[in-house]
């Protein structure tokens, strides 16, 4: 430690998770969000502090997300958080969907409000009054708005952070159109933006897909989602959310325009979303037992370098080595930290920096210096790699290229693993009880998929369709649907669902 009088050194305490991922999957999870320093538990029930951890890792989605909207013409501005009963109930199919969860305002001060204001669940009844105030001919169509805000949904059923909370971040996208083909185009285009976020920079592999009749969003025409699953548990996880809302919308508000022709028309509306949701699928799907495991591409600290000092090693020199990498790496674009705290041993920097999920760390070492080289570890598969600090950037760069691929390609595997075809009710039920996502043919009746759920209630909690993919497999001449016997018109997966 060089001299002088010596620091306490932390040894390696109480550092781990007390639950294993595959033996107590929910603890697990509760653990890692607050140890690996993503989230800090609030003081009211389903509500949580966002900490700079996983701040970081949705403006990265943010940055991406907007510039990709920003192409497609579309712009950001803000509407109200509040929302009057009057208007939020103008829809009844949407706020029957959304009634349950809704927060309301009720007193100001002391005194009682004379009518009771809502907070937005979802802002279309919030922003639709405005639409039919601004859209009134084909030269103002069309109108493409988005805002980043939050949102409130009061959920009493088992709050999980990220994944079900009463408060949540997300961006939300409201367009009009002159004709239902653009408002089709729109859809996908976005879902594909969704897909992106999930695959390119979450590392984890998603189903595009349509919603049923049932789980479709509350009002709309038709709603598309990209769908992750958690082999863990066995649930399906909705990802993210490109509405269709046809002119239904249109209709209530009167949302109308006059075309080139002179003729009145409705508008065709769309609106999609994706929130915070997508941190916790990523937490859940790489996150393993010594905690996060965070892909590169979102990671705010990409590399982390530890000075691994020797009793009689030149200190100083391995702590100018380590900040020199560092220095380097960070002009080259790399998310790059030092630790270079003396009062924890590495070993315990280790194991905190694991705990956080950094893709690679970095140690130099006595022998490093001496060779002119640094030890590279991988927290995503621990393997260990020395390399020349001559070309450090370039193989760095190669590593964590490799670390998002790696992460994408096993997260992959193993969600191919958890999927089963199926024919058959008996089939069916098995591969629920394995945990499976299933993927079977379907006669996309309604009262069948209401009966698969009442059939399939249980401790676990009822399975339900998940989505039909885009990319349907050949379905053969007489197929009979899994649950009723009835002609099969379409491949669906199901499932239970978070």
Same mark, same amino acid.
């Given at each position: 430690?060089?001299?002088?009088?010596?620091?306490?050194?932390?040894?390696?305490?109480?550092?781990?998770?007390?639950?294993?991922?595959?033996?107590?999957?929910?603890?697990?999870?509760?653990?890692?969000?607050?140890r690996g320093e993503m989230i800090e538990y609030y003081d009211i029930s389903g509500c949580y502090i966002l900490r700079p951890w996983s701040m970081g890792i949705w403006e990265v989605m943010q940055v991406f997300f907007d510039a990709e909207i920003k192409k497609m013409k579309i712009k950001n501005c803000y509407f109200p958080l509040f929302v009057s009963s009057s208007v939020l109930e103008k829809e009844k199919d949407h706020i029957e969907g959304f009634a349950p969860e809704v927060a309301w305002v009720t007193k100001s001060g002391k005194s009682d409000l004379e009518i009771p204001i809502a907070i937005r669940p979802t802002s279309e009844t919030v922003m639709y009054p405005y639409f039919s105030k601004w859209i009134r001919g084909h030269r103002d169509l069309p109108l493409k708005l988005n805002q980043w805000c939050?949102?409130?949904?009061?959920?009493?059923?088992?709050?999980?952070?990220?994944? !079900?909370? !009463?408060?949540?971040l997300w961006q939300e996208g409201h367009t009009a159109f002159a004709t239902k083909e653009e408002a089709d185009e729109e859809v996908l285009q976005v879902l594909e933006l969704y897909r992106r976020i999930y695959e390119e920079f979450l590392a984890i592999p998603v189903i595009k897909g349509k919603k049923s009749e049932m789980e479709k969003f509350a009002g709309g025409l038709y709603t598309t989602s990209v769908e992750a699953f958690i082999p863990n548990t066995g649930r399906g996880v909705q990802g993210a959310t490109s509405h269709c809302l046809g002119q239904n919308f249109a209709k209530m508000f009167e949302i109308n325009f006059e075309n080139e022709k002179g003729e009145k028309g409705m508008v065709w509306q769309n609106s999609w979303a994706y929130s915070t949701r997508t941190i916790g699928v990523m937490v859940m799907v790489h996150g393993d037992d010594k905690g996060l495991v965070l892909p590169p591409k979102v990671a705010?600290?990409?590399?982390?370098?530890?000075?691994?000092?020797?009793?009689?090693?030149?200190?100083?020199?391995?702590?100018?080595?380590?900040?020199?990498?560092?220095?380097?790496?960070?002009?080259?674009?790399?998310?790059?930290?030092?630790?270079?705290?003396?009062?924890?041993?590495?070993?315990?920097?280790?194991?905190?920096?694991?705990?956080?999920?950094?893709?690679?760390?970095?140690?130099?070492?006595?022998?490093?210096?001496?060779?002119?080289?640094?030890?590279?570890?991988?927290?995503?598969?621990?393997?260990?790699?020395?390399?020349? !600090?001559?070309?450090?950037?370039?193989?760095?760069?190669?590593?964590?290229?490799?670390?998002?691929?790696?992460?994408?390609?096993?997260?992959?595997?193993k969600r191919d693993a958890s999927v089963q075809v199926v024919k058959t009710w008996d089939e069916f039920k098995d591969a629920l009880a394995q945990k499976k996502m299933i993927l079977a043919p379907w006669c996309d009746e309604e009262e069948v998929e209401k009966d698969v759920k009442e059939r399939t209630r249980g401790e676990m909690g009822a399975a339900k369709s998940l989505c039909s993919p885009l990319e349907q497999p050949e379905l053969p001449e007489g197929t009979k649907c899994f649950a009723s016997g009835k002609p099969a018109k379409k491949w669906t997966y199901w499932g239970r669902s978070y």
């Open positions: 430690m060089g001299g002088g009088k010596k620091k306490e050194v932390k040894k390696e305490t109480g550092l781990g998770l007390s639950f294993k991922k595959d033996a107590n999957f929910g603890e697990w999870y509760s653990e890692v969000v607050v939050n949102v409130v949904r009061w959920e009493f059923s088992n709050p999980t952070p990220f994944i !079900r909370s !009463r408060e949540f705010s600290v990409q590399v982390v370098v530890v000075p691994v000092p020797f009793k009689t090693a030149d200190t100083q020199g391995i702590l100018d080595a380590c900040a020199a990498t560092v220095e380097t790496l960070l002009e080259a674009g790399v998310h790059a930290e030092g630790d270079l705290r003396d009062n924890y041993s590495p070993g315990w920097k280790y194991s905190h920096w694991e705990m956080k999920g950094v893709p690679l760390r970095i140690e130099i070492g006595p022998k490093d210096l001496e060779k002119n080289q640094v030890r590279c570890v991988r927290r995503d598969n621990g393997s260990k790699q020395d390399i020349t !600090r001559d070309n450090l950037v370039e193989q760095v760069k190669v590593l964590l290229d490799n670390i998002q691929q790696s992460l994408f390609d096993a997260a992959k595997v």
